[in-house]
């Protein structure tokens, strides 16, 4: 327990209350809390302070817009009313407080694509140079300690309270993804951080920040906002806005490590040579000569190790320590992982692309590695951006040469319509088939390889559940594939 003054926080008429926890859900409110009654999309959080105070909450923390809202409740109760003008942020730095050390070395990473490898390939050097780190993000916690998430990047009274408990279970090293949502409502504000990368900057999510500029701003949150003026920035110059974010950075007087094919990146890579297994990379840190082997699938995937390798040496670690640490990286659940072989040699990929540039860079990524044909399957999500469907379809059909056109998570809209979107952009594609099943499309998919061909099943990535209308059916692409490739040979 402690006071609102303990915790920074100044209450109308000069109030003071003893705070036993802090809640965002009225549902989670127990005597004592502080409830945080914050703006939302459809509905403002002060509409639940009338429940909120009648489980015993406290302090109510709102902005103008709450109080207003709950004028009559709040004046008829004795709770302590903390009105802010951002009150999410608040909230943020409140629970930093609340919950208490966290660990000593923080990593974030944000772009449209790549945070979850590059975060992951992070704690991976770490745990090769012998230190205690994490990874916080899509795929819940993973490394020393583990814990499942429900967000990317979650609200701020479940992330500061992991991070609490990653410390106090002895994790000293954490790489998290900040998310374009997470940063846009200040999810990450109260974290300090050593080092924040940029990964690149595509279409996605515009049904939630509706223009370019509004997603590109969000982003810049990480940098302008979050990471204080004395941290590193760690940006790949490859990307169109990667020289944008480094003027940022530099204007603010953040020292900057540029990572790329770039000349002015500190940590260039110079030369890939890729076979079945992997690659093989030249790379040059402050213009000293490198050479790593990766066991890992695609081009792009270079990008992320070495963006990894930037923020690890940002965040304090002897570069050639990072380095020898690169050839032990081993493949993030659900992005460019091999599934499955056939036993003709043809191999299964399942990756999370599911924005045009993502599954464009998959495929492109792929190439240089098959002999043969490559075979995409691909679907777009439901209730999510709708302009990004033909385009995902146009990529497939440029970079593959068979495209099946499926079901991802079709959520609550019309599953055939979502196809319809996909397939309209493909058509350029002389091998396009529609298969609404996704188990199917996935063995008719595999049951097309030839010897020297290859599969990516793209969209889902690391996800176990389909979402069909409000329910979540078990599904995972990889066992999918497997299960497949074990059914087309006759081992089951």
């Given amino acids: 327990m402690t006071t609102l003054t303990a915790l920074g926080l100044t209450a109308a008429q000069g109030r003071d209350a003893t705070i036993t926890s802090l809640a965002v859900d009225s549902r989670d409110v127990i005597k004592g809390s502080l409830f945080a009654a914050l703006p939302g999309a459809k509905v403002h959080g002060a509409e639940f302070i009338q429940y909120a105070l009648r489980m015993g909450a406290a302090a109510v923390l709102t902005d103008a817009v709450g109080a207003r809202i709950a004028a009559d409740v709040l004046a008829a109760s004795d709770a302590a009313v903390i009105v802010a003008e951002d009150p999410r942020q608040t909230l943020a730095q409140t629970a930093s407080l609340w919950f208490g050390a966290h660990p000593g070395i923080v990593v974030a990473v944000t772009g449209t694509n790549g945070k979850t490898s590059v975060s992951s390939f992070c704690r991976q050097i770490w745990e090769e140079m012998g230190l205690a780190g994490v990874n916080l993000g899509t795929t819940g916690v993973e490394g020393a300690w583990a814990y499942p998430l429900k967000h990317t990047t979650p609200e701020p009274i479940t992330l500061h309270r992991v991070l609490a408990e990653a410390a106090g279970h002895g994790v000293t090293h954490v790489a998290m993804e900040a998310s374009s949502h997470g940063l846009d409502q200040r999810r990450l504000d109260g974290v300090v951080l050593a080092a924040a990368g940029f990964t690149n900057f595509t279409q996605d999510h515009l049904d939630y920040h509706h223009t370019f500029e509004a997603y590109f701003a969000a982003k810049m949150g990480l940098f302008t906002r979050v990471l204080a ?248 692409d990889v066992e999918q594939a497997s299960v497949a490739v074990a059914a087309l040979e006759g081992r089951i």
């Fill in 229 to 476: 003026e004395d941290g590193v920035a760690v940006i790949n110059l490859d990307d169109p806005k990667g020289p944008v974010v480094a003027a940022i950075c530099t204007q603010r007087g953040q020292e900057v490590i540029g990572v790329g094919r770039s000349d002015d990146a500190r940590l260039r890579l110079t030369g890939q040579r890729f076979d079945a297994t992997g690659q093989d990379l030249l790379f040059t840190w402050q213009g000293r000569p490198h050479h790593a082997r990766l066991a890992l699938i695609g081009g792009f995937q270079a990008e992320n190790v070495l963006l990894a390798a930037g923020l690890v040496i940002a965040a304090g670690a002897d570069p050639l320590d990072v380095f020898a640490a690169l050839p032990q990286l081993g493949t993030v659940r659900g992005r460019m992982e091999l599934a499955a072989t056939r036993a003709n040699g043809a191999a299964v990929f399942v990756d999370y692309a599911h924005t045009p540039d993502a599954v464009q860079t998959a495929l492109k990524a792929l190439r240089p590695h098959v002999m043969g044909r490559i075979v995409a399957i691909i679907g777009a999500g439901g209730d999510r951006d709708s302009t990004k469907r033909p385009l995902m379809g146009a990529a497939a059909a440029e970079f593959a040469d068979s495209v099946i056109v499926t079901d991802d998570n079709p959520r609550s809209e019309d599953p055939a319509s979502i196809r319809a979107a996909v397939l309209a952009g493909a058509q350029a594609c002389d091998s396009l088939t529609e298969v609404a099943d996704r188990a199917e499309a996935i063995l008719r998919g595999i049951d097309m390889l030839q010897p020297g061909d290859a599969l990516l099943i793209a969209g889902k990535g690391h996800e176990s559940g389909q979402i069909i209308g409000d329910t979540v059916m078990p599904f995972d």
